[in-house]
């Protein structure tokens, strides 16, 4: 019986041997310098892992592990791609601030179903410069006019009003409400109370629910409706811009918000304009409500702060007549405000990291980041790095006093993709918490 065992024995013994040689002979040598790590399973690597949930104000079992293992830069299997993992800040910020030098912009081909082929999140070079400066150029504009100041504030006011007869309200579904709300009167002057205000709010949360799917497309699939619902609101977007240059024909652009803005430049294909509209509606819809949410989750467990909070706002408004709406100069003057959302956005980590891939030989601090790698800049592990910050996990709005704080943490990113919206967006949440404290415990 062992005899006839000794032939199978043999012949697996021998194929092992082979195989190890052949692996040895086509496996590519790796640099010396190249960041330690593990690239993990055959095909998937370590995507599942780095994707496991985990709650927003923690790095995650994944990160911590690896950095512990292997330190704050390693490599790793990712999205299909050899990539490097960085949770170190200072290669963070030389990624970003080498955007078309060294590195550029490479998100996985799934997100382009997504996002469509003109998403400022895409593109890049000439193409990126162009869409982004229109997009930056009308926010800068907006951000201090009263009319968009009045149009915040009453909006606030109107959905504070009607929580009045509710016993619990769901804040976040809610400020997901107000914030499409605000950016739609704002990009497309359409009203909250329209229909087609509700019809594109549903699309954006079929949309949203694509970002955090498994990207199959097969029918009822998250990914497959997100991609769908990405389609309604393009058409939706088209259908706008077609009747808005009927009515140019007839009587000129006359609403003046950003679409108007935007054709009478005349420099955008329609693809474009659809485009950058749904990006700004997308920024301006689900970041900023998700930082709305941070806010008031933080601060209830921060009772010295949002003591501090109430006595600047209260101060603002002791300042003003009954009924006297905010102005940008009121703005100004909600220093600790501003600390605030800065610190829900280094706690809460709303974008966690971004893609980038390396378009040439980058050597950093020892290491090598080969030329077609990927390289994901990780915000979430610089913002919690004891080396920086004192204390990184507790809620501290006062470390904002030291401006120092500002140039270790990238709440808005940075480089040449730095959010454009980021001062809109603040401007938005520090109003409506100015009323939110102020009426409500």
């Not at 830069?73 to 200072?90: A, I």
């Amino acid at each position: 019986m062992v005899l006839d065992l000794f032939p199978l024995v043999s012949s697996a013994f021998l194929l092992g041997v082979v195989l190890h040689l052949l692996v040895q002979v086509f496996a590519k040598k790796e640099p010396a310098n190249l960041p330690h790590g593990s690239m993990g399973w055959p095909l998937c690597g370590e995507t599942l892992g780095f994707l496991k949930p985990h709650r927003s104000n923690s790095m995650g079992n994944f990160l911590q592990e690896h950095c512990s293992r292997y330190g704050r830069v390693f490599k790793s299997h990712l999205f299909g791609s050899p990539t490097v993992v960085s949770c170190d800040h200072e290669l963070n910020l030389f990624v970003l601030q080498n955007e078309e030098k060294l590195f550029q912009v490479s998100y996985p081909k799934a997100m382009h179903g997504i996002l469509g082929n003109f998403s400022l999140l895409i593109v890049s070079g000439d193409v990126h410069k162009k869409l982004r400066n229109i997009g930056a150029s009308f926010i800068g504009a907006s951000k201090s006019k009263p009319e968009f100041l009045h149009c915040v504030e009453k909006m606030s006011i109107s959905m504070m009003n009607s929580w009045k007869s509710c016993k619990q309200v769901g804040f976040y579904k809610e400020v997901k409400k107000f914030t499409l709300n605000v950016m739609v009167k704002h990009l497309l002057s359409v009203e909250p109370e329209e229909p087609l205000a509700l019809k594109i709010l549903e699309d954006f949360l079929t949309y949203m629910k694509g970002f955090v799917s498994l990207p199959v497309y097969l029918p009822g699939t998250p990914y497959a409706s997100a991609v769908k619902a990405r389609a309604r609101l393009s058409a939706t977007v088209r259908e706008i811009i077609k009747e808005r240059k009927k009515l140019e024909g007839l009587m000129g652009l006359e609403k003046g918000d950003f679409l108007d803005v935007i054709l009478s430049k005349g420099c955008l294909s329609d693809e474009e304009t659809v485009s950058i509209v749904l990006d700004i509606l997308l920024g301006g819809y689900e970041t900023t409500a998700t930082l709305m949410a941070l806010v008031v989750y933080f601060l209830a467990l921060a009772p010295n702060a949002l003591e501090t909070l109430k006595q600047e706002h209260s101060a603002i408004r002791k300042s003003k007549e009954d009924g006297e709406p905010l102005s940008w100069e009121d703005y100004q003057k909600m220093e600790f405000t501003c600390n605030v959302i800065y610190e829900a956005m280094r706690c809460g980590n709303v974008v966690k990291f971004v893609h980038r891939v390396a378009l040439q030989d980058v050597q950093f601090k020892g290491y090598l980041i080969p030329s077609g790698w990927k390289i994901l800049p990780v915000f979430t592990a610089a913002h919690f790095d004891p080396s920086l910050h004192e204390n990184p996990m507790e809620f501290n709005p006062w470390r904002w006093t030291d401006k120092a704080t500002r140039k270790k943490v990238m709440p808005f990113g940075g480089g040449p993709r730095l959010c454009p919206g980021a001062e809109l967006a603040k401007v938005e949440i520090a109003f409506f918490l100015h009323h939110l404290v102020l009426n409500y415990r």
